[in-house]
């Protein structure tokens, strides 16, 4: 089968170095055309001030005039700036090219919007990438709580903790007034929105750790109320640990479940716990260890599903509806607009 030519525009987000190393993992879907380096035109708040040269030895550096107008590449993985990002999707979208784009979705519900009816009326394959999509654990989470394993929800509390990047990661989240709940918290509110749908209601807590200046909202909480549920989700960039020690615990009326870590990579793999009141099919009742399959890296899942939705073969998993709703949501939380009931 013809390999899809995919080129990856931006270096400067937290993500695009582990996008362009799972893309050279898949040489038999992808041909990788080159990158484009953002450094030198984008300046809104950005992780990286330099990037990681390794992770693109062996590829070309593009313009991204030359990314636009090259009518052989299919697709783009969009890495620029958190703010930017729908501003340069919205370039690819309006030449009906396919796209992995990265979180969160900007500051305007609207240009979003716009970006997602352009996807829809040009049947332009479009992926977010939030980075749980592929875990297989949480994947589980979302069905269990579908199809009531555990019963009906009575509490999600999930969290997105850590204690990497040290003062200078402070002062790029200094950059957001919704701080971390902006920055991280989507990766938690996507899920718990696949699993639960719409909130009645979304309130955000942003605050500074302890020793931190206020405007730096790096310990933040939101709580997403359901008619006889809530989820917690919450995010503190000052924790002991690092992310290893992220936890998700989901209480049911006829059980539980929790996982900490909520990630690992090969040769590790996540263990969750998980009490049964009920017999259920494939799961009787009482305490269980479940093993999930490896993982590798973060989005080879996706970008295996993104080529099978350029080539035809599958619908997207998560609707254009859903990551409207998701965004939504998120800048809710994160007190960039107010939550429409």
Not at 255 to 282: D, L, Q, R, W, Y
Not at 296 to 310: C, G, N
Request: hydrophobic share 40%; aromatic share 10%; proline share 5%.
């Amino acid at each position: 089968m013809k390999k899809i030519k995919i080129a990856q525009v931006g270096v400067t987000h937290e993500h695009a170095p582990g996008k362009i190393v799972s893309l050279k993992k898949l040489p038999d879907i992808y041909e990788i055309a080159g990158y484009v380096n953002d450094l030198s035109f984008n300046e809104l708040p950005q992780h990286y001030r330099d990037f990681s040269p390794q992770c693109y030895e062996g590829l070309k550096e593009l313009t991204l005039d030359e990314v636009l107008n090259d009518p052989e590449i299919q697709a783009v993985t969009v890495e620029v700036p958190n703010n930017e990002l729908v501003s340069m999707a919205i370039k690819f979208a309006e030449r009906g090219i396919a796209m992995h784009m990265d979180k969160p979705a900007g500051l305007e519900l609207g240009r979003y919007r716009e970006l997602l009816d352009i996807c829809k009326a040009k049947k332009v394959p479009f992926q977010m990438g939030f980075m749980f999509r592929g875990n297989p654990a949480f994947q589980f989470c979302i069905k269990a709580i579908r199809e009531k394993l555990i019963g009906d929800v009575i509490t999600i509390e999930a969290d997105m903790n850590h204690g990497y990047g040290g003062e200078a990661y402070q002062e790029y989240i200094s950059q957001f007034s919704g701080g971390l709940m902006y920055n991280l918290g989507c990766h938690l509110i996507d899920f718990i929105v696949a699993a639960m749908g719409r909130p009645e209601n979304v309130t955000g807590f942003l605050k500074s750790a302890p020793g931190d200046p206020s405007h730096i909202k790096n310990n933040c909480m939101a709580v997403l109320e359901y008619p006889n549920a809530y989820a917690v989700v919450s995010s503190c960039s000052r924790q002991y640990n690092t992310s290893g020690v992220r936890t998700i615990h989901i209480v049911g009326t006829h059980g539980s479940i929790i996982f900490s870590p909520i990630e690992a990579f090969a040769p590790n793999c996540v263990e969750m716990n998980i009490h049964v009141v009920k017999n259920s099919p494939g799961l009787p009742a009482g305490i269980h260890t479940l093993k999930f399959p490896l993982q590798h890296d973060r989005y080879t899942e996706q970008l295996i599903e993104l080529a099978q939705i350029i080539r035809g073969e599958r619908e997207s998993s998560y609707s254009l509806e859903h990551d409207y709703l998701v965004h939504e949501t998120t800048l809710a939380a994160a007190g960039y607009i107010d939550w429409k009931k």
